[in-house]
């Protein structure tokens, strides 16, 4: 179940609570801070209810639940214990197309009451749509420590200020920054030095100074093979700030929903049978002209953008033009995909060394090429090789290279659909095809291969997976160690 997040102004709207316990008692207070007008219907009240009722701080309708009670209503809280009366609530509420949150049933509800970090007049929400509000809760612990009680006046102090900022700002890049200085700069510290006056006049003086042009510029960005958790802070920064992002194809999903909602994506990965070089000249052409008209353009790659891909034609480019650029590194394919199949490309029993290649040598350079990777006791990774294993295993073998040599190919590496085939040389391309392999691979060639069966921990194991599939097809024979799969869900 996906939630559509929302804010709602209850100031001065009635909102039904139905049940007069502790818990419609904790409704009651967060609904009140909110300015709601509160109307609790129940035969029966808490003290604490009693004495707001007595107050006049809410309306008391003593008695069993009736319809009429729905009249008028902005929202609906049941919260009884009768399950069948909460059910009838919610049949009648849904009738009248009102929002109706019943409580610790989500099955019931059509809106959800969120954990909340309060820093008035910012206040976070944290929802699990009802199926986990404790781990909600949890969340919300952490999200306290994140923010110090002051940001509530930088909130407040920013709003009474908003025409002249947007005056002063008018470019919403610029205006942009200028909020970004304010949560950062010495208008922040001010005010969690409880000096109120001083913030304000900070923000006053940088307000008069006079505007620049925005200057464009671009930043290479690394973001990795695709799972998210493994960008760098740097690179999170530039995605929330850029205005335009020229990503690769291969970018996932994942990463592109951090960047910053109102920016321009643009996709300029390269596809196979397409020219690559006419694409790079159109990817250079639109870092050009976003750069010159003043904006920050993110043009991110995946893995490393100085790792196969072109990251070094793109900065030579840039410093041609006179672009101002920077670098954010991320890591390579081969790393990560060997660290999430487990296989460490190093190891002092099996490898001394690791050579980062692509399958797509040329011919003039092979030879030379091959020699240096004969060596028996060097860990071997292919970029770009899902469609040259037939090549790539006939080479290797016929220049040398044991056929019982261990391989290991990642398909998505570090994404939830990883899959990871293992074997040996000899028989690879065949494997592969068997597996319906596809790219993006990671091909990795050497002792330490034959170690992903046993160090494996990203998704299910190996010995899972081939008890699944000889259920599934009624296959009592063991597969053979050369062909082995994980597949990880």
Not at 242 to 251: N, P, T, W
Request: aromatic share 6%.
């Amino acid at each position: 179940m996906k939630l559509y997040p929302l804010f709602a102004d209850l100031q001065g709207r009635r909102v039904l609570v139905v049940g007069g316990g502790p818990v419609a008692e904790r409704k009651v207070k967060s609904l009140l801070s909110s300015g709601a007008q509160v109307i609790v219907g129940s035969p029966t009240l808490t003290d604490p209810l009693q004495n707001q009722a007595q107050q006049r701080e809410i309306v008391h309708l003593n008695g069993c639940f009736e319809p009429h009670w729905l009249d008028a209503m902005w929202l609906v809280i049941a919260a009884t214990e009768d399950r069948d009366l909460n059910q009838r609530i919610a049949a009648l509420a849904t009738e009248r197309r009102l929002l109706i949150n019943v409580v610790d049933d989500p099955v019931l509800s059509t809106f959800q009451v969120p954990s909340i970090v309060d820093r008035a007049p910012l206040t976070i929400a944290i929802s699990s749509a009802g199926h986990a509000p404790v781990l909600a809760r949890r969340v919300r612990e952490r999200i306290e420590s994140l923010f110090d009680h002051s940001i509530g006046s930088l909130v407040s102090l920013a709003a009474r200020y908003r025409p002249s900022i947007r005056k002063a700002r008018p470019d919403l890049r610029q205006r942009r920054e200028f909020y970004d200085w304010l949560l950062d700069g010495p208008v922040s510290a001010a005010l969690r030095q409880q000096q109120p006056k001083q913030a304000e006049h900070l923000l006053e003086a940088a307000l008069s100074q006079p505007l620049k042009s925005p200057q464009g510029r671009v930043v290479l960005v690394g973001a990795g093979p695709g799972d998210p958790g493994l960008l760098t802070l740097n690179a999170l920064r530039a995605l929330n700030e850029a205005d335009i992002i020229l990503h690769d194809r291969l970018v996932s999903p994942a990463i592109l929903d951090l960047a910053r909602r109102d920016a321009v994506q643009i996709e300029v990965g390269k596809r196979p049978g397409e020219n690559h070089d006419h694409t790079q000249a159109r990817i250079h052409a639109l870092m050009l002209s976003h750069a010159s008209q003043g904006q920050f353009v993110a043009r991110v790659k995946g893995g490393d953008a100085f790792v196969f891909g072109r990251g070094g034609e793109e900065l030579e480019f840039l410093r041609e033009h006179n672009v101002p650029y920077e670098v954010v590194p991320g890591v390579t394919a081969a790393l990560a995909c060997a660290a999430y199949a487990g296989v460490p490309l190093t190891h002092r029993d099996y490898a001394q060394s690791v050579r980062l290649a692509t399958a797509h040598c040329r011919e003039d350079t092979l030879p030379d090429e091959l020699a240096s990777m004969l060596s028996e006791n060097q860990t071997l990774a292919f970029y770009m090789a899902v469609g040259q294993l037939e090549w790539l295993e006939q080479t290797l073998i016929r220049h040398g290279k044991p056929g019982d040599t261990p391989f290991a190919i990642i398909e998505n590496g570090t994404r939830p659909e990883q899959r990871v085939l293992h074997g040996n040389l000899l028989g690879m391309a065949i494997s592969a095809r068997e597996h319906q392999i596809v790219s993006p691979a990671m091909v990795l060639i050497g002792k330490v291969a034959a170690l992903a069966p046993k160090l494996e921990w990203f998704g299910t194991s190996a010995a899972a997976r081939v008890a699944d599939e000889t259920d599934l097809l009624h296959e009592p024979e063991s597969r053979s160690e050369a062909d082995s799969f994980i597949a990880c869900a």
